[in-house]
């Protein structure tokens, strides 16, 4: 299993990588990979689990994270209504994206990053996502809320791109026009 110790650490030069596509049908290899990252985050909310082993909680997880620069994501988070969104994705994209943007009221942290950096991140409201699942079929997700904050984060992880990239450096807590305020 997935440990704190298998996760890189801002600096890292995978973390700015372009991570490659993943060949379809998914070999034995990266179906194993695709698992430990979504087992990492279930493992990481379990709170028997993650004090055992030091894991610091988390509701993503991309690939580079683990020092392999392939598209590969993890995501378990449930939303407003409860409803649990629980994804391990092969080369996920954005095939369509609100014009509206959205943002976290607390912020965002990242498990690669182990500083803080307060601030808005902002971010599309409602996103779709197509993407191929452990088996290697096509897979497209309607997101909104904390989900779709998520999968943004874990897909930005595939391009090289960190959470306080997006951060106004001069006005951290910057008002985002028209922006929803999500309290997760
Ligand atoms: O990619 C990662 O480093 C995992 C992040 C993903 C994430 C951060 C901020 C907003 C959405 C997703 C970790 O989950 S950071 C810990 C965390 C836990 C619960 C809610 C938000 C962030
Ligand atoms: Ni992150």
């Known amino acids: ?56 909680p988390g509701i993503g997880l991309a690939a580079p994270q683990i020092n392999v620069a392939k598209r590969m994501i993890a995501v378990h988070v449930t939303d407003d209504k409860d409803k649990l969104y629980s994804y391990a994705l092969f080369n996920p994209k954005i095939i369509s994206h ?45 997101l909104k809320g904390l989900p779709s904050i998520c999968f943004q984060h874990e897909i930005d992880h595939l391009n090289g791109i960190m959470f306080y990239d997006h951060i106004d450096k001069a006005n951290p807590f910057r008002n985002i026009e028209g922006a929803i305020e999500i309290d997760r």
């Not at 993943?22 to 990266?30: A, G, N």
């Open 98 to 142: 609100s014009v509206e943007k959205a943002y976290l009221k607390a912020g965002e942290g990242c498990l690669s990053v182990d500083e803080s950096f307060p601030g808005f991140v902002p971010r599309y409201a409602r996103v779709t996502v197509k993407g191929y699942d452990i088996d290697g079929k096509e897979v497209k997700i309607r």
């Open 1 to 56: 299993m997935l440990t704190m110790d298998d996760i890189i650490r801002d600096g890292h030069p995978t973390l700015r990588k372009i991570a490659e596509e993943v060949p379809m049908p998914p070999s034995d290899e990266d179906k194993q990979i695709l698992a430990s990252l979504l087992e990492y985050v279930v493992n990481s909310q379990n709170n028997e689990t993650a004090e055992k082993y030091g894991l610091r």
